[in-house]
């Protein structure tokens, strides 16, 4: 069993930046790819980006290019999305989940494990 835990969303206003973490209770975190999901009120859940387990590959979707980056500390058993250049659009609920099968997926049903989520808000 996988325990991830996400912190650091909050309230901003558009154009700031923040730094979401989220921190796994696994030893074997620097195994998994790592993906970071959002999801607005009556919307999908979909993915924002995702790191491979050594941090080699990296996928950002087209509407965060530029502005989120991912990474990881092995070490810390961490996971990081830095966001900058806040838009209102990227309010949402943010989901980090871990996959042990894919080298680094898109896919919601690849992710077995998944945190509780933390509330970005961007207002405008």
């Known amino acids: 069993q996988v325990q991830l835990v996400e912190s650091g969303g909050r309230l901003v206003q558009a154009g700031d930046s923040l730094r979401l973490s989220c921190a796994a209770s696994?030893?074997?975190?620097?195994?998994?790819?790592m993906g970071w999901f959002r999801q607005a009120p009556g919307k999908e859940r979909e993915s924002v980006t995702a790191?491979?387990?050594?941090?080699?590959?990296?996928y950002l979707a087209d509407s965060v290019k530029g502005r989120f980056t991912i990474s990881r500390d092995n070490a810390k058993n961490t996971v990081y999305l830095q966001m900058n250049s806040l838009k209102p659009e990227d309010t949402a609920v943010y989901y980090c989940?871990?996959?042990?099968?894919?080298?680094?997926?898109?896919?919601?049903?690849?992710?077995?494990?998944w945190g509780q989520g933390t509330q970005v808000t961007v207002s405008s």
């Open positions: 989940a871990s996959d042990s099968h894919s080298p680094l997926s898109t896919r919601t049903w690849s992710y077995e494990y």
């Open positions: 790191i491979s387990w050594n941090g080699g590959t990296i």
């Open positions: 696994v030893g074997t975190f620097s195994s998994y790819a």
